[in-house]
């Protein structure tokens, strides 16, 4: 064996082991009893830990070493293969296990703490351990970045979007950033003169619109022979390419929420499920990181599912649905529903104009935070500073404010910025889409996603991470992550 | 740490790790799509291979030797803890890996065949598979009863039944074949001159069969907290003691079948439930073998739950379930279906008399065949002779006779015993109980098993591995296993 092939055994095992990790979280959220929790977590801890042995392997700094002798005349494939290895191997062994196990304990302990603290909108309750744990991050990024050669945020980013530079960042952020304030008023002016959306009135009952989101998930093109549908409290897209498990959570008042979260994990799912067969459990043929993701469930639920002629599909289920009937049930109010633009406190809630808002404000005060150019005291009124610059709106307490995500508390610095990469990379790519394929519109207002998904498929799933983000986007769309793209479908769908 | 100490810590890895096996077996079971196979496949080989690592580890040589020094003057649960320990090591280390490798490859290759000779009665086309099999596992037996200084059927047997010794086996069948004949033959006499059972029209609607039988559960005492009900092709009963998972399968012709199925399954799981939480993931805070369990499933299906009392209980239930009425649906009518004796081909379908024929004669042949006195050849002839024997009957064709179940062809020799060691320990443990509190049955008769179950926690599932087999169960009733105690419980019910 060579030492390549040496290394891409050793990563086949941590990957199926990851596998089964991956499966018990999935059970864990969607199956399993509430007594089953201490079992469960020791079996995780367990997997973790041997995963973790795998990884810091003292054997493995040779393999590298000879590998990279090896491979220098391989082709390309072979080469991100092992890049991808080699950088999960840096981010293992950059830290000492006393930082890990540091870390582990002080992100526990913050997270219950938060738990307490946001609905008393207490954040001096949970300051002094956010400090431990940013003190900690701080030192975990410090060591990453100096293995990996590069800033403190870029060493946290690279975990969720391998290769990201917030240099790049910084410029479609400051676009975006300069952009939205005034097209969000705007789009508020024109949306006033508008009538406003009738309501739809419930109860919506469950079963129905479960059969009515497993429909619309096998338009897209979900394949039920590799995959499930569930519910958990909180929607994912878990499992394996090859079973991909989706969960929702139902509101008997209110079907249009539940469909669309089973449209976007649906768009997950179908990234996952298109992944290359042949390069199973080897490093390369994983998802190219967390924008890109975002960017397959943005995809299916904003670029294609609230278009108009998605939506015009849909009325006419829903209403048999539901038993729905009149003005309201016509795709016009529904799609008025849908597009609804509204300043307000809560990120996850926020609708297609504001979200990026959300975003790039916390985006900027992690930065801050991570390069020490800010201290936590100041992170409630910096909050609600850029909340007013960014959305007009100041949160009256801290729930509503910097309590209200769980990211920082749970120690996930550096994960923010790709749920906006994701929202505008979904965009360049659906505009790309139609232009190679200009019979897609009119394909989606049939409910046929194939030659949408055709072009994906072949463009984004097949690629995997045998190229960097920006080449696969690049070579997909023909140039690098463009904000203005992003704009001009805000502007064409809001102020038409 | 101590040598034991290492010891114990790395059994509990490898516990928790076989803890996520089981959960991604049942998973695979109860909730996986068809296209996940290949997938689960390879996270449950991996995961294999990880835990015999684990079990195979050169070092364990020298903690054995060290904690066996150490432990002399500790308690008898660390001894009995090492002893399960060391059984385990002892199994997993006998065999060369050239022979772990060539009998997991010849019994799914004769598995495979089995499947298509099996409807066809083609034993001629599964024979030299089968011998193939056969020979790899003597090979193995042979390595295996070397280190445990047994017979080879014995270290064969001590996989399923740790400590099982085919002597005591051979004393308590030989009173039991000597037995059943002439007792069967006055059975069928009796019943030939009751009414016959009157038929319970259905269809049975599923979620009414699912409703009372998790109605039968709770009574039983399952707790729902900890564990789950799903339907599966196989019946079984999986997960971990703090999140136990059953399964069963429903029939709209006939809702008596999956009931008592399902009672069948939460006896297996109070057993897991009731083991002491304190010992979780240690050899000696596991179920007490392959008998011992099969005691506890038919202790809630055969003792409790087809006893007059329960079934007195159960009849108005059912009624209001099923909105039955009239004298099909009394108790009487409903013992009778129950109870019903009737010698025939297939073991999986027998009822309680004749079913530990169908045991004897499975562990005679395998006896003899591990043993080297019969040939592979004589199997069809001499399975027919002896269930002529036995039951009076003759399979007319090998699907209904030696090609009936998947154990042999699946490489589980050793395993059919345990079956009927678990019917006979069943009645004498209820006896035992009985005679401690004689409340039961007339408690049973309320659908309240309290007395039961609380009986059985104290005397079989609070002991876990604590002791041998016969150990527990002669702390518990008084006496080691006694063939008579089954044949008076026959003798009860179907000669009253």
């Known amino acids: 064996m060579t030492a390549y092939e040496e290394l891409a055994k050793k990563f086949k095992r941590l990957h199926a082991l990851q596998e089964a990790a991956g499966m018990l979280g999935w059970d864990m959220s969607a199956m399993m009893p509430a007594g089953g929790a201490e079992a469960r977590t020791e079996q995780l801890a367990t997997l973790s830990v041997v995963c973790h042995e795998i990884l810091t392997d003292p054997n493995l ?67 002094p351990a956010l400090k431990e744990v940013l003190n900690l991050t701080r030192q975990a990024a410090a060591a990453k970045a100096e293995r990996l050669g590069c800033s403190l945020y870029d060493a946290l980013l690279d ?3 391998p290769g990201g530079k917030s240099e790049r960042i910084d410029a479609v952020f ?20 508008q009538p406003a959306a009738l309501p739809l009135e419930g109860p919506f009952p469950l079963d129905k619109q479960e059969a009515l989101a497993r429909k619309l998930m096998a338009a897209v093109g979900f394949d039920f022979e590799h995959g499930r549908l569930d519910v958990s409290l909180h929607p994912f897209c878990g499992g394996v390419p090859d079973d991909v498990r989706i969960t929702t959570r139902y509101n008997e008042d209110d079907f249009m929420i539940a469909l669309m979260g089973v449209l976007h994990e649906t768009g997950h799912a179908m990234y996952e499920r298109g992944l290359p067969a042949e390069w199973r459990l080897q490093p390369v043929g994983e998802a190219r990181g967390m924008a890109m993701h975002e960017s397959q469930s943005l995809m299916v639920e904003m670029q294609a599912c609230r278009s108009r002629e998605f939506v015009e599909f849909l009325a006419p ?32 809630d926020a609708d297609e104009v504001t979200y990026p808002a959300h975003v790039i404000l916390r985006y900027r005060l992690e930065k801050a935070l991570i390069a020490g150019e800010m201290e936590l005291e ?27 995500d769980i990211h920082w508390y749970d120690g996930a610095w550096g994960y923010f910025p790709t749920y906006t990469l994701g929202a505008m990379t979904a965009a360049q790519l659906f505009a790309a889409a139609k232009k190679a394929r200009p019979e897609i519109p009119e394909a989606l207002g049939r409910g046929d996603f194939a030659p949408l998904m055709g072009w994906l498929a072949e463009n984004v799933h097949a690629q995997a991470s045998s190229a960097g983000f920006e080449q696969i986007l690049e070579k997909a769309t023909g140039e690098p992550l463009n904000p203005k793209i992003f704009e001009a479908h805000l502007k064409a769908r809001y102020l038409p």
């Open 61 to 127: 700094d040779e393999l590298f070493d000879k590998a990279s002798a090896e491979t220098k005349g391989l082709d390309s494939w072979t080469q991100a293969n092992l890049a991808e290895m080699r950088r999960r191997w840096l981010h293992a062994t950059a830290l000492e296990s006393d930082l890990v196990e540091a870390l582990s304990k002080a992100c526990k302990r913050c997270e219950m703490i938060w738990r307490k603290a946001r609905p008393k909108s207490d954040f001096a309750a949970v300051l």
């Open 159 to 161: 975990e969720y979007e």
């Open 174 to 193: 400051t676009d975006l950033a300069a952009f939205l304030p005034g097209f969000l008023s705007d789009v508020l002016d024109r949306q006033a003169k």
């Open 317 to 348: 289920l829903a209403r048999e649905a539901f038993g729905g009937s009149g003005p309201a049930w016509q795709a016009d109010n529904l799609l008025r529903h849908y597009n609804e633009v509204k300043p307000d406190f809560i990120r996850v």
């Open 378 to 404: 100041a992170l409630p009124s910096e909050w609600n500073k850029g909340m007013q610059e960014l959305l007009g709106v100041t949160p009256p307490e801290d729930r509503l404010g910097c309590l209200q």
